[in-house]
């Protein structure tokens, strides 16, 4: 390492560089800690994110992501980015990246790469990621929420809104494939009157239908019954990464749907819907890896 710039290895270090993957998707390699390596392939409003342990020694980066390949690169950083409150170097990875998606979404052979160190959540180096998780603060005053297990993996559904005449949807999956923990995840935002139609704030039984654009198809539909008992139901399904295309909504999944005036306190997790997500959240220490690579391309 020349000079005094820093290994990519002290606690707390983060290292990334970025790539241009086949099938225009963007491909980011970060590590987390000394422990994790995390890649992300993303294209539009949708996305796979593979954490697995790697080993960080020096200024080398190691990992292996099952069959789907590999990382073996070396940093030469060329010159240091000095913030308020951190140091940042800027440089060249070089080596080996090779990945190839399941059934040949993406892939990716590439020799160098460039990119760079720094602090996580003090960025010295690209300003522009600052204040990426501002909309997660704001008051929610709607959120339909859906999961299921199914196929070995936690298959999930999640409508926010905030007041807004717009609301955010998300889908994601994850699951384990040896000490691979892989995530996938689709977004859309929904507008208009016949997109998301409910029952009024407060009203019971509620219901609500939703008919949300690209990536997604189909319909989903929220009703509860006499007893207020909630179903999840019809037609919606999605393409991810990887996994082809995801049913999101049956008999399996446990549902609950909440709407409140502005002015109001948020919507809460919900308890029929609580246990599975938090299973799915606590299933890995790479866990928040995964969800900070997942923000990083998703806002």
């Not at 996938?184 to 208009?192: F, L, S």
């Amino acid at each position: 390492m020349a000079g005094n710039h820093r290994p990519v290895t002290r606690a707390g270090d983060l290292a990334a560089f970025s790539l241009r993957g086949s099938d225009g998707y963007a491909i980011q390699v970060l590590t987390i800690g000394r422990r994790f390596v995390v890649l992300s392939a993303s294209k539009g409003h949708v996305g796979a994110i593979y954490s697995t342990r790697g080993r960080i020694s020096g200024n080398r980066i190691r990992a292996r992501f099952g069959s789907l390949g590999r990382i073996a690169v070396v940093y030469h950083p060329s010159h240091r980015c000095q913030g308020a409150t951190s140091i940042g170097d800027q440089g060249t990875f070089r080596g080996v990246v090779r990945f190839s998606g399941e059934r040949g979404y993406t892939r990716v052979d590439a020799r160098r790469a460039r990119g760079f160190t720094i602090r996580p959540g003090r960025d010295a180096c690209d300003r522009s990621r600052r204040a990426r998780s501002s909309a997660a603060t704001e008051r929610l005053t709607t959120h339909l929420a859906a999961v299921a297990r199914r196929s070995g993996r936690v298959v999930s559904v999640d409508v926010l809104g905030s007041g807004q005449p717009r609301i955010w949807l998300q889908a994601s999956t994850q699951e384990h494939r040896g000490r691979m923990q892989i995530h996938r995840i689709a977004y859309a935002i929904v507008g208009g009157s016949k997109a998301f139609v409910s029952s009024e704030p407060g009203k019971h039984p509620a219901f609500v239908t939703l008919k949300p654009p690209k990536p997604f198809s189909g319909t989903g539909v929220f009703e509860e019954g006499a007893d207020l008992s909630p179903s999840w139901t019809g037609t919606l399904a999605v393409w991810l990464p990887g996994a082809g295309k995801v049913s999101l909504a049956g008999p399996r999944f446990a549902s609950n749907f909440c709407r409140r005036p502005s002015g109001n306190s948020g919507c809460a997790l919900f308890p029929p819907v609580q246990r599975p997500v938090q299973i799915a959240q606590d299933s890995g220490s790479q866990s928040q890896a995964l969800r900070d690579t997942r923000l990083s391309w998703s806002r």
